[in-house]
T-cell receptor, first 107, second 113 residues
Framework: DAKTTQPNSMESNEEEPVHLPCNHS???????IHWYRQLPSQGPEYVIH???SNVNNRMASLAIAEDRKSSTLILHRATLRDAAVYYC????????FGDGTTLTVKP | DSGVTQTPKHLITATGQRVTLRCSPR?????VYWYQQSLDQGLQFLIQ???????AKGNILERFSAQQFPDLHSELNLSSLELGDSALYFC????????????FGSGTRLTVV
């Protein structure tokens, strides 16, 4: 499986934007970039996914580098409910998730 | 409610026993994926089924097996249980794989004593 690298933790203030980076330098042309988040003792929740173009949905935006070797999940206005572990993963269905980024949101 | 239903939510059993975990996928989803999440490891992919057929295998032990039935629900069977099998077991479903995203259930917490 192609591997992703994320910072272990990040902090944000409430109502400010958050940019969560992910490196995936060995990505192949057919690999989809998926983002999920997980609260303690809950199942992962789908956030967003994309292949080549930037993507927007009601939860977040996904910015994909032109060479596709990195991507950034953007939460436009962080709330306390956005505090979670965020996973960046390629072709999530058959892959083992890494450690993700633990996002702390300060009031 | 994600639409993916897992039962039971909690299960406590003794070493050496066998248990069955059940997953009903979201309506319309043909693929089912099983994951194991223990304290010292991340979400480990175990196995995938698509429309009743096994499609991919991950880090699944020989003591574990799974199947997907004609109504698309899936069962994960864990036998000869060991203390180290204690974990959260998640099921996810998808219409057809990576281009579509995955929906996870709320998991079954298995405790082996």
């Amino acid at each position: 499986d192609a591997k992703t690298t994320q910072p272990n933790s990040m902090e944000s203030n409430e109502e400010e934007p958050v940019h969560l980076p992910c490196n995936h330098s060995t990505i192949s042309g057919t690999d989809y970039i998926h983002w999920y988040r997980q609260l303690p003792s809950q199942g992962p929740e789908y956030v967003i996914h994309g292949l080549t173009s930037n993507v927007n949905n009601r939860m977040a935006s996904l910015a994909i580098a032109e060479d596709r070797k990195s991507s950034t999940l953007i939460l436009h206005r962080a709330t306390l409910r956005d505090a979670a572990v965020y996973y960046c993963i390629l072709n999530a269905g058959k892959s083992t998730f890494g450690d993700g980024t633990t996002l702390t949101v300060k009031p | 409610d994600s639409g993916v239903t897992q039962t039971p939510k909690h299960l406590i059993t003794a070493t050496g026993q066998r248990v069955t975990l059940r997953c009903s996928p979201r309506s319309g989803d043909l693929s089912v994926y099983w994951y194991q999440q223990s304290l010292d490891q991340g979400l480990q992919f175990l196995i995938q089924y698509y429309n009743g057929e096994e499609r991919a295998k991950g880090n699944i032990l020989e003591r574990f097996s799974a199947q997907q039935f004609p109504d698309l629900h899936s069962e994960l069977n864990l036998s000869s249980l060991e203390l180290g099998d204690s974990a959260l077991y998640f099921c996810a479903s998808s219409v057809g794989g990576a281009p579509f995203g995955y929906t996870f259930g709320s998991g079954t917490r298995l405790t082996v004593v």
